[in-house]
């Protein structure tokens, strides 16, 4: 017969999930936003927020994979500025919008698998390969489009489905983009918690040499990551070309802060082993709350990004407090 205290059954059994505390920030931060603005408050405002956000959120959220492996990609935002080029100058030469798409993720695919490759054979951190490659893709990309923007204007393109959802033609009550971006989230969860793949990534993060000696194929695996990470980053171009309509030579080049922010934010430590897909989306919304949120409140909007990297720094500070605590009482 167990002796094991009901008590101690039931604080088991409601074990809050480890998103909640930073979702109890981005609450009061709303609140704080929106007792001193209440129309930031207002749905239609709120909404516009999240879907502006909500691609640079979809690659934190992949971005995930990379951190709980213990690496770093510098190179996402050239990916996504170059697959959306890719994807924008081939609907411009008259290939089906549909194929374009497929065309501009399997480019976004092919650069992280590169950055993988790269990293294996010559074995340096993503991070130094990436410093490299994040140049490359970005000259490739000023180069395909002669330093201009890539703008589809033919109206077989720009009446396309495609782009009607995506840049608000098609009135929903909640846009599209975001609808797409849960989904995909919902995916990148159950790939990194629930499936062997997963486990594999955590635990080369935690422990790099035992992971090799259990038999993990750790190198087989950092390729994986990395093209997915370009596959999410080609996603990511595509979904910003069909939202704006255009793509310009600087699309990306600012993503690097509020992407790895977002991550950091929402529970992911730069160490390794661990991660939070869904606490990447609500650290993605916080940056989002803080860069709009100034602007409101009437701010000048620079303010922003002093104020997210401090957010930063708070966050790993908090993280390495814990990880000592937990050290200790061991």
């Known amino acids: ?16 999930p480890e998103e909640t505390s930073v979702l109890i920030a981005l ?7 929106g007792a001193l603005r209440p129309t930031f408050l207002k749905p239609v405002n709120l909404l516009n927020l999240a ?7 979809l690659i934190a959220g992949c971005i995930v994979f990379l951190l709980s492996m213990g690496e770093i990609d510098l190179s996402f935002g050239w990916i996504l500025n170059l697959s959306a080029v890719v994807a924008g100058l081939s609907m411009i030469a008259g290939i089906p919008v549909w ?27 993503l991070i130094i390969v990436t410093l490299g490659t994040a140049s490359v893709f970005q000259g490739i990309s000023l180069i395909s489009n002669n330093s201009g923007s890539v703008v589809p204007t033919d109206k077989k393109i720009t009446e396309h489905i495609f782009f009607r959802a995506l840049g608000g033609s098609i009135d929903t009550p909640v846009p599209i983009i975001l609808i797409f971006v849960l989904l995909a989230f919902v995916v990148l969860h159950l790939t990194l918690h629930k499936t062997r793949f997963g486990y594999r990534i955590l635990a080369i993060g935690s422990n790099p040499e035992a992971a090799r000696l259990a038999g993990i194929p750790t190198k087989k695996i950092k390729i994986q990551v990395c093209a997915l990470m370009g596959a999410v980053s080609g996603v990511g171009g595509v979904l910003f070309l069909g939202f704006r309509g255009a793509v310009d030579p600087s699309t990306g080049g600012q993503m690097l802060l509020p992407v790895v922010a977002a991550a950091i934010i929402g529970g992911t430590p730069l160490s390794g082993g661990a991660g939070t897909v869904w606490g990447s989306l609500i650290g993605a919304m916080i940056v989002g709350v803080i860069g709009v949120g100034v602007v409101f409140i009437g701010i000048d909007a620079v303010w922003g990004t002093l104020v997210t990297g401090l957010v930063i720094l708070f966050a790993i500070g908090v993280d390495q407090i814990v990880r000592v605590r937990k050290k200790r009482a061991i």
Do not use: D, E
Not at 27 to 33: D, E, K, N, S
């Open 27 to 33: 609450i009061v931060l709303i609140g704080i936003v």
């Open 51 to 57: 879907a502006s956000y909500a691609i640079a959120a």
């Open 1 to 16: 017969m167990s002796t094991t205290p009901s008590g101690a059954k039931s604080r088991k059994r409601f074990k809050l």
């Open 99 to 125: 194929i374009a798409i497929v065309l501009g993720i399997a480019a976004g695919t092919v650069m992280g698998a590169l950055n993988g490759l790269l990293t294996v054979f010559m074995r340096l951190p």
